[in-house]
């Protein structure tokens, strides 16, 4: 019995409480650190040896002896930090996985520990709060803004900008096997001038600014206070940082957790309504990570227009594009709905009546597309969405809902070329091959 579902909550530790979690966070850091270097050692020796969690663990009893503060960190939490080392060499040596090598972690990074499901206990107190039994440390209050419909499997306690959070992994029977959906299919654009753009719409839907103008105008002030007392750090102190920089960052954390609570809200309330009303949902894929990497260049190659391709990556990241994917992912599985990626070059040059693609169809930067071949017109975000969407249809042979082949819209347009991946545990038989991308 897994956890397939996760919820999260606002912790309320007290302070003798918050300080032991943040020594704890630093422990399970230094835990992940230690036992990666062991690793990266053993591979590099002449054994060539492979360690795994079961090895270190033993070796985590030992050192617990000898050192208190390691001691002090509960023994559930330091073994669950080598299994998810274990996790990330797994996912690291998975070809289908994006994930990099594991990486050390600095003091900046996010505050976290995890606790094994058995470690916990959860209570409710009143309509509003509940409180959770962490070992060590008893019972600590949370607001509980939702019921809790299932068996509490693990959970992890983290801190971002605004506060102390945990997040419960959850097994709920009810997802197992959720009835077909049978809503019509969808194609879905994402973008920048327009958030997103579904296939079925006459209108986009534009997020608003997850930063008013008020707070864009504080946080750039920050920035500058924090460089400046940066900058008297390392000419005063030998670089040591002063409790008043850390203040400033610490407001630029909450600033920004706070825009990214935002955004997600966004995302989570679109996703959700896409996936509870959709069978079929098509979008691109795009790789995120490569056009982000892309500004600077390399030393070798430079990359040109590097402040304007700088200050597109900031709206690249702020529209949370992989959120918006990810989400998508469990919703439809949730839904019983599917999700189809499909490949994303010249979508948006390519005319969704009559299939001819030309970069001049979309002449000049408007929101128009212009067909040069048939003279069609239409916004371009809504071609795009109709492109995937036929994209989609063609290499998923999708047959409407539970294959009865009634469904499926009448489509006059030419089959696109493409190739495209189901994900989803309840997908249908493809009638067509696919091919992983
Ligand atoms: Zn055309």
């Not at 943040?22 to 060539?48: G, P």
């Not at 654009?189 to 958030?195: F, K, M, R």
Request: proline share 5%; with cysteine.
């Amino acid at each position: 019995m897994r956890a397939n579902t996760a919820m999260k909550f606002r912790l309320h530790p007290d302070r003798m409480q918050a300080e032991r979690l943040t020594s704890w966070s630093h422990t399970s850091r230094a835990v992940w650190n230690i036992a990666l270097a062991q690793r990266i050692w053993a591979y590099r020796s002449a054994q060539r040896k492979a360690v795994r969690a079961v090895a270190q663990c033993a070796e985590l009893t030992e050192a617990r002896r000898e050192h208190a503060w390691l001691r002090d960190l509960p023994a559930q939490c330091a073994q669950q930090v080598l299994q998810q080392l274990d996790a990330a060499y797994d996912n690291f040596w998975n070809p289908a996985h994006p994930a990099r090598f594991p990486q050390f972690k600095k003091k900046s990074h996010r505050q976290k520990i995890t606790f094994p499901g058995q470690a916990v206990r959860v209570h409710k107190v009143s309509r509003r709060m509940a409180q959770v039994k962490l070992p060590k440390i008893g019972w600590v209050r949370f607001r509980l803004s939702r019921p809790i419909n299932g068996t509490v499997r693990n959970a992890t306690v983290s801190r971002d900008g605004l506060g102390w959070h945990v997040t419960f992994g959850i097994h709920m029977p009810e997802l197992e096997q959720p009835p077909v959906n049978t809503g019509m299919p969808i194609g879905v654009d994402v973008g920048i001038a327009c958030s997103v753009f579904v296939s079925n719409e006459h209108h986009e839907r534009q997020r608003p600014d997850t930063i008013v103008e008020d707070e864009q105008n504080r946080l750039r002030g920050l920035e500058q206070r924090k460089a400046r007392q940066l900058t008297y750090a390392k000419k005063h102190n030998g670089g040591k940082y002063s409790n008043r920089l850390r203040k400033t960052i610490g407001q630029i954390a909450a600033l920004k957790a706070r825009q990214a609570r935002r955004r997600a809200d966004w995302n989570h309330k679109l996703t959700t309504d896409l996936t509870k009303n959709h069978g079929m949902i098509a979008v691109e894929d795009l790789k995120v990570r490569n056009m982000l990497r892309s500004a600077k260049g390399t030393i070798e190659l430079p990359g040109a227009n590097v402040a304007q391709k700088s200050g597109l990556n900031r709206r690249i990241a702020d529209q949370g594009w992989h959120q918006i994917r990810r989400q998508l992912e469990y919703k439809t599985r949730r839904h019983g709905g599917v999700l189809v990626v499909v490949a994303a070059p010249g979508s948006s040059q390519t005319c969704n009546e009559c299939g001819v693609r030309d970069p001049k169809s979309r002449h000049g930067c408007g929101r128009l597309f212009a067909c040069t071949a048939c003279g069609h017109t239409e916004h371009a975000d809504r071609n795009a969405a109709h492109i995937i969407l036929d994209r989609a249809l063609c290499t998923a042979g999708w047959a409407g809902p539970a294959g009865s082949g009634s469904t499926r819209p009448q489509s006059t347009r030419s089959p696109q070329k493409g190739r495209g991946t189901l994900t989803g545990s309840r997908m249908r038989e493809p009638t067509s091959s696919v091919t992983a991308t």
